[in-house]
């Protein structure tokens, strides 16, 4: 089958290098990469996904499966391959009456949240609503509801999946246990997923927003936040970040481009108990630049960072799982952090304690279910010539801090260059079964665009 053949199997679009709408269809969210593919299957439906997956393996292509495009690295596509581009199948539909959502793999976090708003139901999902929901659940999913309700993974029902022979199977804790185990961390490491279904929790309108500190009491925020998160409501998502104050509105103009400090949380319930759920926390802090907690429609905070970074931005990423954070650490985060080289360059510690460690190790293939946070260092501009810098400040921050930290990390915070051993130690004792699971789905590595998982010899 040539690649004319594909466009007329196809009732999506399969477009090419000739094509004008390329250089459009091959941008990824991250203005970093650079990937010229030479096929992008625009899938309409699981049929299409079946025989892109087989035109891709039958003509020796290299294949990339992109949900949301906002990979760090740009794992969502590749070089002189195929990308299977599944982000037009955005179905979803909201069962209120079990309390589940079934959402296609082309939505980002922010289609499946208005679909269960209306319902007063929400997933666990990240921060930013721009995110694909594929690549982010597959590899775990961290966010305000994470504390009380787990990883997106851990709300995982079920999972429709192409696999590398063009099989299409169903995964849940009854059908094929083994996939639907590795899918719950591995990433895009077993197969193509056409459609996912998720377990909502009721979730309407929440206290929430950011406060932000000028940086010079970091240390004294830092240590109060560690002390406080333990015994702070599980209803309470709040993660402590490193940054700076953009120079724009709606930021107060005497704060703009100073270092910060900043907690940012989401309290699911009343004004009246966040409130109370904060302040043994904001009861022994100074007072911070502004403090923009207020009521809001759930979806309005999951969209509140949105605006700052728009498509296109240059990103370099690194992480961590971080178990404890010391008075050294600390002090190590602030003195990096004061070398960041953009307004935009930040790092965050997202709390994964609470309901994440109330499932085990084993029980997933994610199995940092004893570490309490996800750390990431972003560099982040606007301008393509800070490629270089955002890069050196990520990595020489990363080597100062990493000595604290137990190894391994979340594998949706990492680039394309940690190497095998850093995917390993992030699966730990994980890793061997992953590693029999990818033999007997994908034994000969068709779907190694990702952090790879390597078939057991
Ligand atoms: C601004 C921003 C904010 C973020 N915030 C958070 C956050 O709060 N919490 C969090 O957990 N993560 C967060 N992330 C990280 C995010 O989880 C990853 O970038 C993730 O890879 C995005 O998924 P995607 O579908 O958009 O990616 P894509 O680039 O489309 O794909 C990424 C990877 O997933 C695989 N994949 C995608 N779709 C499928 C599929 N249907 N079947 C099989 N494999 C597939 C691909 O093989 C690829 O390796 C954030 C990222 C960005 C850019």
């Not at 625009?42 to 020796?60: E, H, K, L, M, S």
């Not at 270092?259 to 309290?267: K, L, M, N």
């Not at 509140?304 to 970074?309: A, E, Q, R, S, V």
Request: glycine share 12%; hydrophobic share 40%.
């Amino acid at each position: 089958m040539g690649s004319e053949d594909l466009k007329e199997s196809l009732r999506g679009a399969v477009i090419g290098r000739d094509d004008a709408d390329y250089d459009e269809a091959r941008k990824l969210y991250n203005g970093m990469i650079d990937k010229r593919p030479l096929l992008i299957a625009r899938c309409a439906d699981v049929a299409d996904v079946i025989t892109a997956v087989n035109f891709g393996r039958d003509n020796g292509l290299l294949i990339a499966i992109r949900g949301g495009g906002h990979n760090g690295p740009g794992l969502g596509s590749c070089d002189d391959g195929l990308v299977i581009d599944l982000s037009t199948m955005k179905g979803v539909r909201v069962d209120p009456a079990s309390g589940t959502v079934r959402a296609g793999p082309g939505c980002t976090s922010g289609d499946v949240d208005h679909a269960t708003h209306a319902f007063g139901l929400a997933v666990p999902f990240g921060i930013v609503s721009t995110t694909g929901v594929a690549g982010l659940t597959l590899g775990g999913g961290t966010g305000y509801l994470t504390r009380k309700y787990g990883l997106t993974i851990d709300n995982l029902l079920e999972a429709d999946v192409v696999l590398a022979d063009g099989r299409f199977m169903t995964a849940s804790k009854k059908e094929n246990p083994d996939l639907f185990w590795a899918l719950r961390g591995g990433g895009g490491n077993f197969g193509v997923v056409t459609s996912f279904l998720f377990q909502a929790h009721p979730v309407k309108m929440v206290f929430a927003g950011p406060i932000f500190w000028d940086a010079k009491h970091g240390q004294a925020i830092m240590r109060a936040y560690r002390d406080f998160l333990p015994s702070a409501p599980e209803e309470l998502g709040v993660f402590v970040g490193l940054k700076t104050v953009p120079s724009m509105d709606p930021f107060p103009r005497e704060a703009w481009g100073k270092r910060t400090c900043a907690i940012i949380a989401s309290y699911n319930g009343t004004e009246e108990d966040g409130k109370k759920a904060m302040a043994p926390l904001l009861d022994k802090l100074p007072a911070p630049f502004f403090n923009w907690m207020g009521v809001m429609p759930f979806p309005a905070m999951q969209g509140l960072f949105d605006p700052f970074f728009p498509k296109g931005l240059q990103w370099y990423w690194k992480g961590d799982f971080v178990k404890d954070l010391t008075d050294e650490a600390i002090d190590t985060y602030i003195a990096e952090s004061a070398k960041a080289p953009s307004e935009l360059s930040l790092v965050h510690l997202y709390p994964i304690d609470g309901a994440v460690h109330r499932v085990g190790k084993g029980e997933t293939a994610w199995r940092a279910r004893d570490a309490t946070w996800s750390m990431v260092i972003a560099g982040i501009d606007s301008n393509p010539q800070q490629a270089g810098a955002l890069t050196r400040w990520g990595r020489a921050y990363w080597e100062a801090v990493h000595k604290f930290n137990p190894g391994g990390a979340y594998v949706n915070f990492m680039m394309d260059d940690e190497g095998e051993a850093r995917v390993k130690a992030s699966y730990g004792d994980n890793y061997p079964r992953l590693a029999a699971i990818k033999k007997k789905y994908d034994p000969a590595n068709l779907f190694r665009v990702n952090q790879n998982i390597q078939p057991a010899a």
